[in-house]
């Protein structure tokens, strides 16, 4: 089974097309001010508008409030949601979107418990533990902590590049790759060789299996 690819942070219509026509299967769109990769809502929908066909805009939240995630949903045509802090199940499932839900990992038991607690997500989004951050932090886990029985699809993020993601499918076996940092030049503004090497990597330990 092949496993799919997102590209996060996305900030500009440019680098959506560009992760798009490279042969990501999805883009992610933070909306989280205190994120140096967060996108205004005009920036926003200009890209959800123009993505092609099948590829996934998936909008990412940080702990935010009920009337913030409807005004964004009002405006950006969202397929996913993404929900990177506390948010509890019941928050998660309200808006009539599928959606995901990210851990923050520090042993085996916060994966564990978040299949058990989120069971009506589309995935599980793993990644590294910050105590001052919610994701793209560009640090890596302990990818041994991972179990081997997922009820939901699991989703890798945390510190991939190129350089290490054949290495973390072969060893995972996730559904997904999630990337941010890995794949740019500076915050917020991707560089389109390395997402080029970064989604080459994964077609091709796809291949080899």
Known sequence: ???RTKICG?????DALAAADRGADAIGLVFYESSPRSVDLVSASEIARSVPAFVNVVGLFVNPTKAFVESVLARVPLDTLQFHGDESPE???QFGRRWIKAVRVTSEADIVNAFDAYQ??????VDAYDPERYGGTGKGFDWCLIPSERPLPLILAGGLDSDNVARAITQVRPWAVDVSGGVEREKGIKDVARMNDFLREVHRVD???
């Open 1 to 3: 089974m092949s496993v």
């Open 207 to 209: 291949k080899t299996d």
């Open 91 to 93: 928050f998660c499932q």
């Open 10 to 14: 996305i900030t500009t219509l440019h």
């Open 120 to 125: 009506n997500a589309s995935g599980l989004l």
